[in-house]
T-cell receptor
Framework: GNSVTQMEGPVTLSEEAFLTINCTYTATGYPSLFWYVQYPGEGLQLLLKATKADDKGSNKGFEATYRKETTSFHLEKGSVQVSDSAVYFCALSDHNTNAGKSTFGDGTTLTVKP | NAGVTQTPKFRILKIGQSMTLQCAQDMNHNYMYWYRQDPGMGLKLIYYSVGAGITDKGEVPNGYNVSRSTTEDFPLRLELAAPSQTSVYFC???????????FGSGTRLTVV
């Protein structure tokens, strides 16, 4: 079956540091890949996505590239801010076979200190 | 533009009680989902629906039930609440696999 493995947290960075959160996946078909962000007390929000190999998703300074050869979709940001403190979830959706159901990683908690 | 609306936001139930978690979306999405999120864990799929009148089980359906009589509404029913059902419940909707999900703000349920 499908699975998503995320870098274990928590991750603590100083403001303006470089961020990488690793995500690898296993899927039987040709999945779309997503990063979601969850701020305290809120639901998940779609941050970015990529639907085919070598696509780069980007939003709010965050980027991730769909790497089929390494089955990875690592999240990066060049300079984090305190407001980026949140939980980040990697997810995949094998839309060809699974009614659009998504499989989520366990989440990585990011804390950014001033 | 409300998106996905969940009610209630918080609820405390006693063991053996029942309740319905409400979910409504105004985006005309065909696909709707219920997930639970336990502390430090990812999301586990409880039930999903691909359209009005069609529902199916996810990974962890035991103790829950759903219905989908309209495109907009997808309520989740808990029968005979147990402490293991203490969790945060999220409803989500989507156009389809490449579009990603729109989530509600969640219902925090405690069973005591």
């Amino acid at each position: 079956g499908n699975s998503v493995t995320q870098m274990e947290g928590p991750v603590t960075l100083s403001e303006e540091a470089f961020l990488t959160i690793n995500c690898t996946y296993t899927a039987t078909g040709y999945p779309s890949l997503f990063w979601y962000v969850q701020y305290p007390g809120e639901g998940l929000q779609l941050l970015l996505k990529a639907t085919k190999a070598d696509d780069k998703g980007s939003n709010k300074g965050f980027e991730a590239t769909y790497r089929k050869e390494t089955t990875s979709f690592h999240l990066e940001k060049g300079s984090v801010q305190v407001s980026d403190s949140a939980v980040y979830f990697c997810a995949l959706s094998d839309h060809n076979t699974n009614a659009g159901k998504s499989t989520f990683g366990d989440g990585t908690t990011l804390t950014v200190k001033p | 533009n409300a998106g996905v609306t969940q009610t209630p936001k918080f609820r405390i139930l006693k063991i053996g009680q029942s309740m319905t978690l409400q979910c409504a979306q105004d985006m005309n999405h065909n696909y709707m989902y219920w997930y639970r999120q336990d502390p430090g864990m990812g999301l586990k799929l409880i039930y999903y629906s691909v359209g009005a009148g069609i529902t199916d089980k996810g990974e962890v359906p035991n103790g829950y039930n759903v219905s989908r009589s309209t495109t907009e509404d997808f309520p989740l029913r808990l029968e005979l609440a147990a402490p293991s059902q203490t969790s945060v419940y999220f409803c989500a909707s989507s156009y389809g696999g490449t579009a990603g999900y729109t989530f509600g703000s969640g219902t925090r349920l405690t069973v005591v």
